[in-house]
């Protein structure tokens, strides 16, 4: 247990503040890749313990951790064998009370993934259902259907996996049963009352351990449309498109949260829910972040905007146009344990969407990243920051075929088979074993010259990105009045450059190549990069963003 002086710390005395959510910087750790504490190659609860002093003095006021369950690690534990167990590889439930308490005193909050939309198959509940046959009560809780053609020998319709294939998996008594990612990730039947009661009693397992939260992996897609009706010539893969598909955002899915919601708000301590719900429109996102469903949902229309002023202005104001309403803080995110991490999205050429495999020019990739940062970090509302983008590390993009785990890899035409390159174990040290990530190894090779971006590299070096993230984020927690509110105000700017004001605050983004001109809107607060002054004015470099306006 850590030890405090009297003065509780600064972080402390942010997380008693109220509404905390609505403008919390939320930090994501995948915890495969994040510390490993028995020298196994594996990032641990432990590991993540050990470094909660690390997340408290970068400022972040909440920590989301992707699943630590017991898991055959099919899809990296996004496949679920027991919601009421820890994983062996990455401790015990004793590890994650000690994680949930330490954090608590460092005033860091803990939001844990829980996922709703499928189990593992080697889930007891399945187990029972392949053991029990056809026609059993057990192949009600996934969805079981004979299938077409002469023998049952076609799928029951025409869905495909996310992660490419048929979304149906045929078992050796003949019948089918769905899963819209992995054949290891069989889809529970939510029309099944056992499903909604086995999920409301895991909710209050974790809650009764103390947790802030939790992020609900698809979100969307728990409710699927009656029948199971065949796509037709809808593309499937329109995560983001205007179609609403029948396993999708189908608006039975509100029901369920708002039976979840009313299991949360008997617990004290503001906790709350975040959806993973990838919708057509914004609007649609508005829908699961209604007062009585959930708190927060990913803008992945955000995340998924090129380097753009005029694109990311439109997508800000459409995110807070559609958040309004509904009074749900917006959220903004720019990486993810599943797509290209920003700094090389940026470094290869607009239109490529979130999945590339190309380094492009990463000098380039990383100067957008910072000046995408402080833009991020101005606009109103709560910001996800995903392990090591505040090291500004880029994505691994020449793992050798022979160490990809992601199942979508092997899946061939799935929309996200290369998702390994942003899950590399991120480095703490210039040197030493997986650069202080761990005594034995690490899961997935670290690139050469990975120390050089380490947390040691970087600290207390002016400029580095880590300092900058650490300013960033000293300033948002001083100046409350950042993350606030549903607006902004546009200030006149030169095409390609974005400018606000929030009170005496204002940012300006330039996202072109070239240098800009702007009136001095105050005392510099922060820059991405080097700026200069004179008489007034100010010249905005491209790819650079400025804060200007004062501390506080
Ligand atoms: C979304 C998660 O973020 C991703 O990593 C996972 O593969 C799918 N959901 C399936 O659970």
Redesign the pocket.
Known sequence: MTQHSSAPHAAVAAAQHRDWWRDAVIYQVYPRSFADSDGDGMGDLEGVRSRLPYLRDLGVDAVWL?PFYSSPQA??G??VADYRAVDPMFGSLLDADALIRDAHAHGLRIIVDL?P??SSDRHEWFKRALAEGPGSPSRDRYHFRPGKGADGELPPNDWES??GGPAWTRVPDGEWYLHL?APE?PDFNWEHPAVGDEFRSILRFWLDMGVDGFRI??AHGLVKAEGLPDLGSHNQLTLLGNDVMPFFDQDGVHDVYRQWRIVLDEYAGERIFVA?AWTPTVERTANYVRPDELHQAFNFQYLSTDWDAAELRTVIDATLAAMRPVGAPATWVLS???VTRHATRFANPPGLGTQIRTAGDRDLGLRRARAATLLMLALPGSAYVYQGEELGLPDVVDLPDEVRQD??YFRGAGQDGF?DGCRVPIPWTRTGSAYGFGGGGSWLPQPQGWGELSVEAQSGVAGSTLELYREALAVRRARRDLGAGDAVEWLRAPEGVLAFRRGEFVCVANTTGESVTVPAHGPLLLTSGEVGEADGETKVPGDTTVWFGTAR
């Open positions: 992707s899809d990296a996004y496949d996922v939309n499928h996310i992660f990612f990730q992996d698809v993973e993810n344990h599943d199942p979508a998702r």
